[in-house]
């Protein structure tokens, strides 16, 4: 009889999550599919001084077995910024000077609420000779509609924490906290707004700053 029960306490609850899941309407999303050609232009904002920086264009160059090329360019000139590199779920490899190995895993797809992931990746500034371990965690919070220039969206917000540590192990020196709230739209394939903070190893904030989109194009859809 208790097995009897227990068994029917466990579908009980796999329905009600099923109906809860059909409620809510959304279904769980999937690796965006981008193209060459697609861009998604992002107002830059220092948090610190409240105040609207440069306006860049994220532009696809390419898509191979690297991952996928991106150029960044000033929106107002065209004039080219930096080069970035992410993979194919689009989490950063390359960020300018900046390399990370395996990736920055910003997304682990399939999404949807709830979803929480844990990953190591190792950053490294060959220019600066510089190197940083890092112990990501994300969560998929749940849906939100936001509205940002670009327009209103539906949205999974987003949370990634990632304690780093440099090179140098048993010491704080180069170690601290970031955090990441982003909210990412299906339609757009990308995140629609970013909320960036770092903290150093007391615990000091020293890096706050937020991306908008202002405008995008997919050519695959």
Do not use: C
């Amino acid at each position: 009889m208790k097995h009897f029960l227990n068994r029917t306490v466990m579908v009980l609850g796999l329905l009600v999550s099923g109906l809860a899941a059909a409620a809510d309407g959304h279904a769980p999303i999937a690796a965006p599919v981008v193209a060459v050609g697609d861009s998604w232009t992002y107002q830059y904002t220092d948090v610190w001084k409240n105040q609207p920086g440069n306006l860049n264009r994220l532009e696809v160059t390419a898509i191979n077995e690297r991952g996928i090329e991106v150029d960044v360019k000033r929106a107002a000139s065209g004039a080219l910024v930096l080069h970035q590199l992410f993979s194919r779920d689009m989490n950063p490899i390359e960020r300018g000077k900046m390399h990370f190995a395996p990736s920055f895993t910003r997304y682990a797809f399939p999404l949807e609420a709830g979803k929480e992931w844990r990953s190591d990746a190792t950053g490294e500034n060959a220019a600066a000779g510089k190197r940083w371990r890092y112990q990501i965690k994300g969560k998929a919070l749940g849906w939100e509609k936001i509205r940002v220039q670009a327009g209103e969206f539906e949205t999974m917000k987003i949370v990634v924490t990632a304690f780093y540590q440099g090179r140098e192990v048993g010491t704080n020196g180069g170690s601290g906290n970031l955090i990441e709230t982003l909210w990412y739209s299906p339609a757009v394939h990308n995140f629609v707004k970013l909320e960036y903070q770092d903290t150093d190893w007391t615990g000091k904030i020293f890096n706050r700053d937020a991306w908008e989109l202002t405008a995008y194009a997919n050519k695959a859809d």
